[in-house]
């Protein structure tokens, strides 16, 4: 079935003539909501891992982490180069020098031809922003912002410790540096209607964003959230709601806007509800299907503004 959006692959695909595959690195960073600087609850879904796998902390050094993940992915997608994607808690919080030398780390492993460097808004300081574009001059480099909504009062209720204009200046700032930017949005958030999802889209459309990562929010153990949805106070999206919302959201999309995620992918050990959440290939096929029967594609409801 040919995809109605524009993913990851196919832009690889234009960039490069052949598959690249993204790598998680655990850099064994932590958070500014988390560590006591903004907050020490974090973000009301996130939990002590912060989205980490642990892989630092359990001895593996960056370089190890690469060369182990890139062998049985290589095999299974027949990816020739990959992308080292620093994903687990705040990956540009720490010194500059610091970072230097994991950046540096991350792309002397063979094989790797890019950076993808997962942060919060607020820590994407000119600095860092610069460490980045040098490395852009010799490699892809994309940085991945966390917004998840872009509504004030939204951001407030699950405790971003940020609002919607820090968002908006550090996309300004990644791009002066010719930076592109993905933006992570979240699905379901509590108390969003799917019109406030659909302000998102705008918004990002308006901003004409790089990349967008869509997320379910789904209820992970130990969490302000399980507590909220163990009292019904949160109720979870339906799977075909969900996909329904992803088309919707798509659908304001630009149409050159690169769709890197339509869903999340949490540890089924952490996970409380809902438990399709773990049913990734057939939500994929799901948003596949209602495109096909909308007949729709990216970008069928967008409209540059005037
Ligand atoms: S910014 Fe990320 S790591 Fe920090 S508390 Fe929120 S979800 Fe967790």
Known sequence: MTKRYRDLNTYFREQFGHRVHKLTVDAGMTCPNRDGTLSTKGCIYCNNQGSGTGALARGLSIREQLEQSKVPVARRFKARNFMAYFQSYTNTYAPVETLTRYYDEALSVEDVIGLAVGTRPDCANNAVLDLLASYARRYLVWVEYGLQSACDQTLHRINRGHDVACFTDALKRARQRGLPVCAHVILGLPGETRSDMLATARFLADLDVDG???????????????????????????????????????????????????????????????????????????????????????????????
């Open 212 to 306: 967008v990562k869509l997320h379910l929010l789904y209820v992970i153990r130990d969490t302000p959230l399980e507590t909220l949805y163990r009292q019904g106070r949160f109720q979870c999206l339906e799977q075909q709601q969900y996909a329904e919302l992803v088309c919707d959201f798509i659908e304001h999309l630009p149409p050159q806007t690169i769709i890197q995620r339509v869903t999340g992918d949490p540890h089924p050990k952490e996970l409380i509800a809902p438990d399709w959440a773990l049913q990734k290939r057939d939500t994929f096929d799901w948003i596949q299907r209602i495109f096909q029967e909308r007949d729709s594609r990216q970008g069928l409801h967008y409209s540059p503004s005037p």
